[in-house]
């Protein structure tokens, strides 16, 4: 007999919603949600901000309230590892040698940390950020006078060390690359990240490799550089960004390439199994390309496509894609994906901190935004992007100009 | 408790019990009310927990921030009533509130 409902394979923001908005759509199918963390799904981006500083309340960090899946007759496995599926018999197994049957299996698996293979790494006091329990260790051992080396000057590395100068740490960020956020950002938010947090007093070494940690009793005690030199610390966060975990779809046979292979749909190759959020490879036809996103948004918006499939409701329309970051009391949102970008267009002043970069292609059609402290511009670019607006360079850097005039008077403008 | 109500664009209506000091999306989030979203979590910066406040309820609800009328000035149907309801926090004096629901948060 054909098995009935569907089994999510992971138990994160995406699998959550996708969840919860099965029952809201109506599914009345058996929903199996299998998750290899303790805690039901829970936010993570609050992980390097509010909650790390301690001003969230624990309880608002889940999704839904522990108790919602019972109430909608959603069976929530959690501490539970899927050791494989097999698409043949269409059941997954699990860790514990149980056999659970799909109809539909949605691979909601996430992404890992990259590790970074230096001696030294296992130390104690060594920390990493991806999950509720990552978070506890890391703010358990933040405090005033604490000597915070973050590796890597992305996101995650960025946010905690604003937030850990904000409860007294002394702060270095060690970044590979000429300038932080080098692979996600502009030169110009680049520079401008750069001078906020020196001005914060965080030390930023810029193009330093690691080559290893120094430990005195299994215990870091410092960084050590290429250069030679050694950056003491008390406590080191690594942040050099993430994997898809694809393991299980590519043991399985799916088409994997830097992710799971999916369609417009969060389809895989296999037309049974979806998948949805970090661990995808999807394809983003408004940039002509197949991207793997890592952002709540990208997995939000496949999770709502999974709905709108197995619930047989109207696809939703596809959507720009969008990121956040908050620092000190800075907010950064982006807009867009900056492919195949012609020139950059800064309207306000990074001296002020508020500000905005449109991404222009050659065309000036907006590819992307990035916003500090500039909500109405990134709320125009996210409608923007998706319309493949042309902008108007000199009207885009007019800042003495209101943001819904950028457009008026271009031709063809909507 | 105060005593919400949310009234899908459909008409179909949801009376929920939310806490003081807990916020409207997360009130209806929490109680799977279809239609807010609250995809980034409470943070206003995502647009996608609009809601319309019922006349009667608006001095009570309080005025916009900033950042919020920035997001509502370019999200769909944004009436004089409008509101990110993540925005709009719990307390006993909104018990009784009424919000409706836009067609769509995306």
Redesign the interface.
């Known amino acids: 007999m054909r098995a009935d409902g569907v089994v999510i394979v992971g138990a994160g923001h995406a699998a959550g919603t996708l969840a ?1 908005g099965l ?3 109506g599914y009345t199918s058996p929903i199996r949600l299998i998750g290899a963390e303790p805690l039901p799904p829970y ?1 993570r ?2 992980l390097s901000k509010a909650w790390l500083k301690g001003e969230a309340d624990p309880a ?1 960090l889940l ?3 522990a108790t ?1 899946y019972a109430q ?1 007759d959603i069976d929530l496995r959690l501490s539970t590892r899927v050791a494989g599926i097999d698409r043949a018999a269409a059941c997954v197994h699990l860790g514990s040698g149980e056999t659970i049957p799909y109809e539909h299996l949605v691979l909601a698996t996430g992404s890992t940390l990259r590790r970074l293979a230096v001696p030294g790494i296992d130390s104690d006091g060594i920390v990493e950020l991806r999950t509720e329990a990552d978070a506890q260790a890391l703010r358990t051992r933040l405090g005033p006078g604490v000597r915070l080396a973050v590796v890597g000057g992305g996101y995650i590395g960025l946010e905690v060390a604003a937030t850990a100068r904000g409860l007294g740490a002394e702060v270095v960020v060690i970044e590979r690359e000429q300038r932080l956020l080098a692979r996600v950002a502009s030169q110009t938010l680049s520079a401008f990240f750069a001078d906020f947090h020196r001005a914060k007093g965080v030390s930023l070494m810029l193009a330093a490799s690691v080559t290893g940690f120094a430990t005195a009793a299994g215990k870091v005690t410092g960084v050590m550089l290429a250069s030679g030199e050694t950056v003491s610390c008390d406590v080191a966060l690594v942040g050099i960004g993430a994997l898809a975990n694809d393991a299980l779809a590519l043991a399985a046979g799916l088409v994997c390439r830097d992710g799971v292979v999916v369609d417009e749909h969060a389809v895989t190759s296999d037309p049974a199994i979806f998948a949805i959020g970090d661990c995808t490879q999807r394809p983003m036809p408004r940039y002509g390309r197949s991207v793997r996103l890592e952002s ?2 990208n997995a ?1 918006e496949q999770a ?1 496509q999974v709905v709108a499939r197995l619930c047989g409701k109207p696809m ?2 596809a ?1 720009a894609p ?1 990121f ?1 970051s ?1 620092q000190y009391d800075l ?1 950064l ?1 982006i807009a867009g994906l900056s492919f195949d970008v012609a020139r950059t267009v800064v309207r306000g002043d990074p001296a002020t901190a508020r500000f905005a970069v449109f991404h222009l292609d050659a065309d000036n059609r907006l590819q992307a935004l990035e916003a500090v402290n500039s ?2 511009e ?3 670019a ?2 923007w992007v998706s319309a493949r607006q042309i902008i108007d360079p000199a009207r885009a850097a007019d800042s003495a100009l209101p943001v ?1 005039q950028i457009i008026e008077s271009v031709p063809g403008a909507a | 408790m105060s005593k919400v109500t949310y009234i899908e664009f459909s008409g179909k209506q949801h009376t929920i019990d939310v806490p003081v000091g807990t916020s409207v999306m997360r009130g209806a989030v929490d109680n799977g009310v279809p239609g807010i979203d609250g995809d980034c979590g409470g943070e206003c910066a995502c647009a996608t927990c609009h809601v319309y406040v019922d006349p009667a309820w608006l001095a009570r609800t309080g005025t916009r921030t900033e950042m919020e009328q920035s997001m509502l000035s370019f999200a769909a149907g944004t009436e004089d009533n409008s509101r990110l309801c993540c925005q709009i926090a719990m307390s006993a004096e909104l018990d009784g509130l009424i919000v409706k629901l836009p067609e769509g948060q995306h």
Do not use: D, S
Request: glycine fraction near 6%.
């Open positions: 919860a029952r809201q759509g936010q981006p609050p608002g999704l839904r309230p919602f909608h709540v948004p939000l709502r939703p329309a959507e969008w956040w908050e907010r949102q909500p109405a990134f709320a125009a996210r409608q819904k």
